[in-house]
């Protein structure tokens, strides 16, 4: 999927890694939130795994305009809005997922944990480190942070070829990926 302005945002290559973050998200059959679409990857996987409710939250028009054609609506539940803007009117969920584009969501990660995520719930976001560790500088300490990784079995594609007008996310060289989980505990 490409933005307006011509940037890659989401590319095929991810399924195997939205597969994993999806059974992850899915582990307690509970209530998840998936903040932005994309592509639908990580929602398609989560619908087959059937858990006890499925929200996602978009805002783009153009995602918005997919997910109304391919009829997505009768899938999971839909907010057409700024995730932001739906701290603490949503929820509680036993697992989130965040991978969003090109917003501001540093400022906003422990209010979504505090006001959105169930005790003993779990948060994952599409992992870049040095974000992450901003997120962790902040972290309080009512919560706890593991890691899980997926094997990068020749996933990954060289870093030309990762997204359509070039750039690359994760190094095609990495032995595994990192999925960071961040878990509620009081």
């Not at 290559?13 to 903040?35: Q, Y």
């Not at 599409?126 to 942070?145: A, G, Q, S, T």
Request: with cysteine; glycine share 6%; net charge negative.
């Amino acid at each position: 999927m490409v933005n307006e302005i011509g940037q890659s945002v989401m590319m095929g290559w991810e399924r195997p890694l939205m597969k994993k973050i999806a059974n992850i998200l899915t582990e307690s059959k509970g209530d998840v939130l998936n903040i932005g679409f994309g592509m639908g990857i990580v929602d398609q996987y989560i619908y087959e795994l059937k858990p006890n409710t499925h929200t996602i939250i978009e805002y783009h028009p153009d995602v918005i305009a997919y997910i109304k054609e391919n009829n997505w609506e009768t899938k999971a539940n839909f907010i057409f809005t700024k995730w932001q803007e739906q701290i603490g009117i949503l929820g509680p969920f036993d697992s989130i997922y965040l991978d969003t584009w090109d917003d501001k969501r540093i400022p906003f990660i422990n209010e979504l944990l505090d006001k959105c995520l169930k005790v003993g719930g779990i948060f994952t976001i599409w992992y870049n480190k040095r974000e992450f560790d901003r997120i962790l500088d902040k972290l309080p300490e009512n919560y706890e942070v593991t890691y899980e990784y997926f094997i990068n079995d020749n996933i990954i594609p060289p870093a030309h070829e990762q997204y359509e007008n070039g750039g690359f996310y994760i190094d095609p060289k990495e032995e595994k990926i990192t999925i960071p989980i961040i878990r509620k505990i009081k």
